[in-house]
Structures are given as C-alpha cells and as structure tokens.
C-alpha cells in the first residue's frame, strides 16, 4: 500500500522567498539556516555554563604549570615564546646567542688591547682625577699602564737611589712618561714642544677621551662576562642529568651541581 502511495506523483512544497519589498533586509532565513543557528546558540550557552560553574566550584589553591608558561593580555591567554618552541629549538637558540656573546668578547678584548698599546706613552694622573668610574675599573685602567721597575742589588742602593740620575735626565722631567729626552739630548737637539696652550689642551683631552673609551670598554666586558656566563648556564640546564643548586655566585648567578652518572 506504502509503495502505491508514493508512486503517485504529489506537489513539491517549497520555501517562500524574500518578498521584494523586503529585499533590501537580505535573503529571508529559511528553516535549515534556523536550525543551524539554533545549535549553534545552544552550544555556546552549555559551553558557557560549562565554565560558570567550573568557576563556581574552582579550588583557590589549585596549582598548574600553565600558570607560569603563559600569561592574560587584554583578557586573552598568551603562551611564553620558548614554550611554543620545542626543546631542540630553544638550544639551538641559545647556543646562537652564546656563540655571539663570545665573537663580541673577543672583538672587545682586540679593542681593549690595541687601546693599551695607544695609551702605552699616557700619563695615569689622568684617570683617577678626571675620570668617575668604580673601583674595580680604575683598578684595570691602571692596572693597563706601563710600570717601569728597576733592580738593584742592595738596600743601600735603593735608599740612594736617584731616578734623574739612572735617566741621565732632568729632575723635572723624571716624572714624564713619555717624550723624556737625555741631557744630551737637550744639549745638542732642539726639541720640539707644544707651547701653546691650545695644543696642550687638544693633548690633554686625547688622553682623557682614551682613557675613558678604555674604561667604557672594560665595563662592557665585564657585563659580556656576565651575559656569556648565565647562557652558559641556561644551555646547561637544558641538558641530560641530575642537577642540584648549590648556591650563587659573586655576579648573583646559580650554582648548580651535576650528579655524577656512570656511562654504559
């Protein structure tokens, strides 16, 4: 009987359109563009009474790791860079970062040392009155200049010991240490001295510019120091093996110490 009935050819029922007179509203919402927008409705409701309550009854000591590795901005949870990254990445990374800590090292004690030789013939009054620095820089500019140490073989001598005399020099020239001519020298030659106040003044500010650039060096050695070491130390860490920290170092750095492992 079911197979009569639908061999018999019966009117399609179809959806009405927009009506032109409402044309400009759109395309008239037919019942399976309803039923879509109605499940979608209904899901983001449960979804978000889902969180309303897991809110609700959420334990205020409740701890996990996401809590450190990411962070809210605008309302919205951010993941930390490193931790989008995988393990290899982020060594791969910081061996990059520690290989350019250790050109602009090497650079800078190139630097340093063409500097030094400049400054060999520069008087060291210079630095502690001119230039403010901390003690243990002005303790490697100084330590950077030339020391002249003389030998001798008894006491007697070093209490009558006379620096014009072993120079064979003038007393007011003894405490030069550069352009510090013989007598005989200023016997026979004339030397050739910067009179003029101006050119003494451009002298003058050579050589604390140098000594400053030599500090400023030095300085920014040390933090490359300090950055080079916390890589190092952080490239560690991202191995294999049993570590534990013991403490921190002069620079405030960690301390950590490897257990020893027997190797198959």
Do not use: C
């Amino acid at each position: 009987m079911s197979s009569l009935r639908n061999a018999v050819q019966r009117r399609n029922h179809k959806e009405r359109g927009q009506l032109r007179s409402r044309q400009r509203y759109g395309i008239l919402e037919k019942h399976k563009d309803y039923v879509l927008r109605a499940k979608d409705y209904h899901s983001k409701q449960e979804r978000l009474k889902a969180f309303r309550e897991k809110a609700y009854f959420r334990n205020p000591d409740e701890f996990y790791f996401k809590m450190i590795n990411s962070k809210t901005k605008n309302g919205a949870h951010i993941l930390e860079h490193d931790s989008a990254l995988s393990g290899d990445a982020i060594k791969l990374m910081k061996s990059q970062d520690l290989n350019y800590v250790k050109t602009q090292r090497d650079l800078g004690n190139k630097k340093i040392e063409k500097l030094q030789s400049e400054l060999h013939f520069i008087e060291s009054e210079s630095i502690e009155d001119e230039i403010e620095v901390d003690d243990k820089i002005k303790e490697k500019v100084k330590s950077s200049q030339p020391q002249h140490i003389i030998f001798v073989d008894t006491l007697k001598e070093v209490k009558t010991f006379d620096p014009a005399k072993y120079f064979n020099t003038l007393p007011e020239l003894v405490n030069r240490k550069f352009n510090r001519p013989r007598i005989e020298t200023l016997q026979n030659e004339v030397i050739m001295a910067p009179d003029d106040e101006i050119e003494l003044l451009k002298l003058h500010k050579n050589r604390l510019e140098k000594h400053q650039e030599l500090s400023s060096r030095i300085r920014r050695q040390e933090e490359l120091r300090k950055v080079e070491q916390g890589l190092r130390i952080q490239k560690n860490l991202m191995g294999k093996g049993r570590r534990k920290k013991v403490g921190v170092d002069k620079d405030g750095l960690p301390l950590y110490k490897w257990k020893n492992e027997r190797k198959k």
